[in-house]
């Protein structure tokens, strides 16, 4: 082994690394397991119970289009809410922005799981607050390249 290579066996024995590695088992499997029924649970509701997920809800929109579409909005929402994490890292704007447009996806998500139209409008309205927080974190950003210095505050969270 060469001195610039890390002793990964004596990293491994660690007991700050163990915790890692019981935390990332301790988030993996539950999620693992709730996307397995969330993401199945389309099929086979069709599957066995098309009546039911054929119901008409808006026009021809039927719970079967809701479900699916729920399904692709929690994934934005999940991601989005991994987003907020890594974003604690870096400025107050960017993980506000990051947690508020989670709180939009989940709220889309849930208004088209239970066909709730006043948790998609808060959704839509929560939305159009999150655009202005996009563009106060884009002129923030323009100015201070621009001028070489901080015109808009967007403070630090992290300073490593």
Same mark, same amino acid.
Request: proline share 6%; hydrophobic share 60%; aromatic share 16%.
């Given at each position: ?16 690394? +163990?915790?890692?590695?019981? =935390? ?18 389309? %099929? ?11 119901? +008409?809800?808006?026009?021809? !929109? $039927? #719970?079967?289009? #809701?479900?699916? #579409?729920?399904?692709? *909005?929690?994934?934005?929402? !999940? ?9 604690? +890292? ?7 922005? @990051?947690?508020? #447009? ?7 998500? @849930?208004?088209? *799981?239970?066909?709730? %139209? ?6 839509? !309205? *929560? ?22 210095? =901080? !015109?808009? %505050? $967007?403070?630090? *969270? @992290? +300073?490593?």
């Amino acid at each position: 082994m060469t001195p610039d290579t890390p002793d990964w066996a004596a990293i491994e024995r660690t007991p700050e690394f +163990r915790a890692l590695v019981r =935390a990332k088992r301790a988030f993996i499997v539950p999620a693992t397991l709730f996307f397995i029924v969330y993401y199945f649970a389309l %099929p086979a509701l069709v599957g066995y119970w098309p009546d039911l997920m054929s119901t +008409r809800v808006a026009g021809h !929109i $039927n #719970l079967a289009y #809701l479900f699916a #579409l729920s399904q692709f *909005l929690m994934a934005w929402a !999940i991601f989005t809410t991994l987003m907020v994490i890594a974003a604690l +890292r870096t400025t107050a704007v960017l993980a506000f922005l @990051f947690a508020v #447009l989670a709180v939009v996806f989940f709220l889309l998500s @849930f208004g088209a *799981l239970a066909s709730d %139209p006043d948790l998609t409008k808060a959704g839509g !309205i *929560l939305g159009i607050a999150t655009a202005a927080v996009a563009w106060y974190l884009c002129l923030a950003g323009v100015m201070a390249s621009t001028f070489g210095r =901080a !015109i808009l %505050p $967007n403070r630090p *969270l @992290f +300073r490593g």
